[in-house]
């Protein structure tokens, strides 16, 4: 059943269209990550869902029920803030619970819903604590008790992490995973980190100005990107993109450029084949170097290594490929030296190829 659907959605201010025109059909209990680089809209379609922005035109359906117009308390929803304030005087009891006191809610009920929140997200200990005596960690994770405490159908995140260090992030991430699990509720949470939206996502809402750019698993994504805007913004370190021509000798279609000279592989034989001639852009991820051939899809590729970052189990190779700058994330041992110029090795099943003008995957 579908959970929350925008459908024809748009949103402008004065003359300025922000969000252009977005449909989009969210599966109940799916959590859905919305990703992209600042100002592209990730923030003004959350809040038209959440109803703290009007739609300038479409229609939002949440749970069966059109609430294009209703006001945000009706449409059974929770939100987290990029920048939450707790209440200071309030304990961590009292800070969860203040939505629900609010309401009037039986102090029975208030009770026992602050109790399995606290439970949820570890809190139980601090329950009377001040927020000043928390870590930054713990006052995230009242912030989302508090919303947690009020049960409702769809959770909406505006970046709700980007106040933590990586470290804390990380585990963050982990817990708002297992939370999904736990509370089996529709989940949106928007970012511009597509780590935070690779580990956690169902699925993935990848935009630019305005538009959706891809709809897919983090695993489609990564794998069958659309354009070269998702290519290079998905995986780190970001994939490389060099130009290339498709030619054919013997029988064998190759995509060539300084540099390199590469096989073409067969899940993309029938679509460079029409191309065969054409200027093509090569898509090449980092992952894919290696310093070995560790199979017969490995074809060799000369590097001039400029700098060589060691990160314990790999090395990334900021390096010249034929003139191009590329990055190279090459696994070797952690007892390795730097790596140096040479001959490296490129899994060919795995490139990419996309149409040099519109930048859409071949
Ligand atoms: N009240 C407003 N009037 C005019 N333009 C606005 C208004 N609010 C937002 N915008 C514009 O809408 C665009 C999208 O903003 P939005 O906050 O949705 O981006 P975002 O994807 O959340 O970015 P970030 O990652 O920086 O939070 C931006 O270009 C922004 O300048
Ligand atoms: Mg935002």
Redesign the pocket.
Same mark, same amino acid.
């Given at each position: 059943m579908a959970g929350v659907v925008l459908r024809n959605v748009s949103?402008s201010? #004065?003359n300025?269209t922000?969000?252009p025109d977005l449909s989009l059909d969210i599966e109940e209990g799916e959590f859905v990550v919305?990703v992209?680089?600042?100002?592209? #809209?990730?923030? &003004? &379609?959350?809040?038209m869902i959440a109803g703290l @922005?009007k739609v300038s035109s479409g229609q939002i359906v949440i749970s069966g029920r059109d609430v294009t117009w209703a006001k945000p308390k009706e449409r059974d929803i929770a939100m987290v803030f990029?920048s939450y304030a707790l209440y200071p005087h309030m304990n961590v009891a009292q800070n969860m619970s203040f939505a629900l006191r609010l309401d009037r809610r039986p102090k029975a009920e208030i009770e026992e819903r602050v109790r399995i929140a606290a439970d949820m997200l570890e809190l139980t200990p601090y329950l009377d604590r001040k927020p000043k005596d928390l870590s930054g960690g713990q006052r995230q994770r009242v912030a989302m008790g508090r919303s947690i405490v009020r049960d409702a159908y769809v959770f909406l995140f505006? @970046?709700p992490l980007s106040n933590l260090d990586a470290k804390l992030r990380s585990t963050m991430r982990t817990e708002l995973a297992l939370l999904h699990k736990k509370l089996d509720r529709t989940m949106i949470y928007? &970012?511009?980190d597509q780590i935070e939206a690779m580990t956690m996502a169902d699925r993935i809402v990848i935009?630019k100005d305005?538009l959706i750019q891809q709809v897919g698993t983090p695993k489609d994504v990564y794998n069958a990107p659309v354009n070269t805007f998702v290519a290079t913004f998905i995986g780190s370190p970001s994939m490389t993109l060099v130009p290339a021509e498709l030619s054919e000798d013997n029988g064998q279609l190759h995509v060539q450029g300084a540099g390199f000279k590469l096989p073409v592989p067969d899940r993309l034989k029938d679509t460079a084949n029409r191309a065969t001639g054409r200027q093509v852009t090569l898509g090449l991820r980092p992952e894919h170097f290696a310093a070995e051939a560790r199979s017969d899809a490995f074809a060799p590729i000369d590097l001039k290594v400029k700098v060589a970052e060691y990160i314990g189990s790999s090395q990334f190779l900021a390096a010249d490929m034929g003139g191009q700058d590329i990055t190279a994330a090459v696994e070797v041992g952690p007892e390795a030296d730097r790596m140096s110029d040479g001959q490296y090795f490129f899994d060919t099943s795995r490139l990419y190829l996309f149409d040099s003008n519109s930048g859409e995957a071949l």
């Open positions: 949103k201010y #004065g300025v922000v969000i919305f992209g680089p600042s100002g592209c #809209g990730k923030s &003004t &379609t959350l809040r @922005e990029q505006d @970046e928007v &970012t511009h935009m305005g």
